[in-house]
């Protein structure tokens, strides 16, 4: 079946303005995840949804980075103001169940983001 | 402090040489669960292998395999017998979902294996 998808692959933008990622994951999964790597920080968490449930956004980095997950599906990570430091490869993964005894998360190929 | 150590950045083997990447991880759950990820040039994150922290069986699969122990908070990767198409880099996670509630995963630094032909 398919896995995660990712879109756009690659995204350059300015400084100061707004972008969304979006991610797909695969179809039956209930948990849903975004990473972040880049140089300086490596892989880093940024946020997870696990069904209808708050999502756990302990890894964000500011309040200028939200993010939703639509009908228990698709997910939009949004960032506001870019700034450059923001540069890096956001990551989605996402699980069956969400449930750490069982599951296995399975990423998608990333988006590229590049800050000017 | 670091969760996950992969002390070794980069190492360069030649085809059909065994090789070992690190991994020592920190915890204080009672109850963890350990991976490993590859990661080709064309930069997807592939998933190889999960651990539970009860069973520090070791496992084989192919060329791989992992050797788990607790007594030295190490879970290291071997790979026989290089082929070049292993060239990538090898990230070690961890998570500990009795203690952080969630289950994201918290990554080494990776090793990036080159293998010469």
């Known amino acids: 079946g398919a896995g995660v998808s990712q879109s756009p692959s690659n995204k350059v933008t300015e400084k100061g303005k707004d972008v969304e990622l979006r991610c797909d994951p695969i179809?039956?999964?209930?948990?849903l995840y975004w990473y972040r790597q880049s140089l300086g920080q490596g892989l880093e968490f940024l946020i997870y949804?696990?069904?209808?449930?708050?999502?756990?956004k302990s890894g964000l980095p500011s309040d200028r980075f939200s993010a939703e997950r639509t009908g228990g599906s698709v997910s939009t990570l949004t960032i506001q103001r870019t700034q450059q430091e923001d540069s890096a490869v956001y990551l989605c993964?996402?699980?069956?169940?969400?449930?750490?005894?069982?599951?296995?998360?399975?990423f998608g190929p990333g988006t590229r983001l590049t800050v000017l | 402090a670091q969760k996950v150590t992969q002390a070794q950045t980069e190492i360069s083997v030649v085809e059909k040489e065994d090789v070992t990447l690190d991994c020592v991880y920190e915890t204080r759950d009672t109850t963890y669960y350990l991976f490993w990820y590859k990661q080709p040039p064309s930069g997807e994150l592939v998933f190889l292998i999960r651990?539970?922290?009860?069973?520090?069986q070791n496992e084989i699969s192919g060329r791989y395999s992992w050797n788990f122990q607790k007594s030295t908070s190490s879970f290291n990767f071997t790979i026989t017998a290089s082929q070049v198409v292993d060239s990538a880099v090898y990230f070690c996670a961890l998570s500990e979902p009795l203690i952080t509630g969630a289950n994201n995963l918290f990554f080494g630094t990776g090793t990036r294996l080159t293998v010469i032909p």
């Open positions: 651990r539970n922290s009860f069973d520090e």
């Open positions: 179809s039956g999964h209930t948990a």
């Open positions: 993964a996402s699980s069956f169940s969400g449930r750490a005894s069982t599951d296995t998360q399975y």
């Open positions: 949804f696990q069904g209808n449930s708050a999502p756990d």
